[in-house]
T-cell receptor
């Protein structure tokens, strides 16, 4: 059981470039989310999905897009990278909120 | 809206000391409560949880009790080890809404 798998682990982008952070889970979890973690800011919710075909915005959605075509995958797209998007990104999933989240190991993104 | 407040860190303790990290919450309903731990360079791992009032969650020597009357879920451990050095996050879930506290960094010195 792999859990939540995020790729890549590290990425350096130039300002204006686009890229996709991948997230996949093999636990048949309906609920998936993307967070960013910045020093002193804790975790901030970017986007979330309650099932295939359904996505919604979180606290800090600007500059990011998501889609959920399958239960397993929930990619996060950076449309035009900016230095303010330098952060560690975590994907998380759960079948039911009361069970708690399972987190991926994170993607450390640097935008120069 | 729902929120979680944690004591500001960092918390620095000597090995075998007693640990308390305070957590209080504000929620419109009756949420489930969690403690997560993040070791350096890793993702968050679920440490323990409680889903209703007076429940006690426990794991790896850590424990926390869901106190509805004080809206608190304080994390405790009787004797910390150097390997417990990490960042600890208190969190709540109500429906599809997850809210995380800002995290408390714990450093345990040998």
């Amino acid at each position: 059981n792999a859990g939540v798998t995020q790729t890549p682990k590290f990425q350096v982008l130039k300002t204006g470039q686009s890229m996709t952070l991948q997230c996949a889970q093999d636990m048949n979890h309906e609920y998936m989310s993307w967070y960013r973690q910045d020093p002193g800011m804790g975790l901030r919710l970017i986007h979330y999905s309650v099932g295939a075909g359904i996505t919604d915005q979180g606290e800090v959605p600007n500059g990011y897009n998501v889609s959920r075509s399958t239960t397993e995958d929930f990619p996060l797209r950076l449309l035009s990278a900016a230095p303010s998007q330098t952060s560690v990104y975590f994907c998380a999933s759960t079948r039911q909120g009361a069970n708690g989240y399972t987190f991926g190991s994170g993607t450390r993104l640097t935008v120069v | 809206g729902d929120s979680v407040t944690q004591m500001k860190g960092p918390v620095t303790l000597s090995e075998e000391a007693f640990l308390t990290i305070n957590c209080t919450y504000t929620a419109t309903g009756y949420p489930s409560l969690f403690w997560y731990v993040q070791y350096p360079g890793e993702g968050l791992q679920l440490l323990l949880k409680a889903t209703k009032a007076d429940d006690k969650g426990s794991n790896k020597g850590f424990e926390a009790t869901y106190r509805k009357e004080t809206t608190s879920f304080h994390l405790e451990k009787g004797s910390v080890q150097v390997s417990d050095s990490a960042v600890y996050f208190c969190a709540l879930n109500y429906g599809q809404n997850f809210v995380f506290g800002p995290g408390t960094r714990l450093s345990v010195l040998p």
